[in-house]
């Protein structure tokens, strides 16, 4: 742990979390110590693998704050601008777990996971946001304003879309109402990369977020612009989808929720359907 060379010092790291898997906490109190070294060294190769080390494992309890303020020194270093790019997912998640083993305040904490998630990669936070827990953080103002930068990045779409179809469907629907034109600019973008199934999801959000003008739009324009894929996928499915998106334009029009839930869950079983045709064809 103390050796001259970095990659040393990180397999040494990895070492110990070996030691913690099969000892648990029952380890020398000097080692302990000596590893909470690793976790402020400046090598990213060596607190890095510190940090998985002793990820999702319990230390003794009298290092728990220890361990809080490594984590969080991490993370600060890397919500800088010039390395925003470097700060992981599984960095925040540790600092998340470690903060509540420490018992840290929980306003700063929000301040803070706020701050992070912002400065992080669009496509990272896209993959972190569905399904992260911490008590006030989707109720934080700061909250919007994450998810509204995910809905504008045209590139987070080509490999997030599920995550986000799954992160909109965890916001409160006071959360989504104040999302109106991001919604709108999101729901374009996902037509634009031919994400089928979240564009559904934002006509929904739309309707239901009491702007059903703007969703019978979007359904419009998808279906002006059906001509242009049509040529390239089987004709039944897509005559299939463009009766159901016509159905839904004439909902989201009627303010028929129940209908637009219907519709959608049509909509996506032609959609799915088309994308198996695409693996077949491969």
Request: aromatic share 8%.
């Amino acid at each position: 742990m103390c050796d001259e060379a970095s990659y040393v010092r990180a397999e040494a790291a990895d070492a110990y979390g070996d030691l913690l898997k099969i000892h648990g906490t029952n380890l020398p109190r000097l080692l302990h110590e000596t590893f909470l070294l690793l976790l402020h060294d400046p090598y990213r190769v060596v607190h890095s693998a510190a940090l998985r080390a002793i990820r999702w494992k319990k230390l003794p309890a009298e290092y728990n704050v220890p361990l809080f303020r490594a984590a969080y020194s991490i993370c600060q270093a890397y919500s800088d601008d010039d390395k925003a790019g470097d700060l992981t997912n599984d960095t925040l998640r540790e600092l998340i777990y470690r903060a509540e083993a420490a018992g840290a305040k929980k306003e700063p904490m929000l301040e803070f996971i706020i701050k992070c998630l912002g400065k992080m990669k669009i496509e990272d936070c896209a993959e972190l946001l569905p399904g992260l827990e911490y008590d006030g953080l989707v109720q934080h103002s700061g909250y919007p304003r994450l998810i509204g930068r995910i809905l504008k990045s045209l590139d987070v779409y080509e490999y997030h879309a599920d995550d986000i179809i799954r992160l909109l469907s965890e916001t409160p629907l006071d959360v989504i109402k104040a999302l109106k034109d991001d919604l709108i600019i999101g729901a374009d973008v996902a037509f634009k990369t031919h994400h089928g199934l979240s564009s559904l999801f934002y006509v929904e959000l739309l309707v239901l977020s009491g702007e059903p003008e703007a969703a019978e739009t979007i359904v419009r324009e998808y279906l002006a612009s059906l001509p242009d894929t049509i040529e390239r996928r089987r004709e039944r499915a897509h005559t299939k989808l463009e009766e159901t998106a016509i159905q839904l334009e004439r909902a989201c029009k009627a303010r028929d929720f129940v209908a637009v839930a219907r519709l959608g869950k049509e909509w996506r079983a032609v959609e799915k359907e088309l994308a198996q045709d695409k693996r077949n064809a491969r």
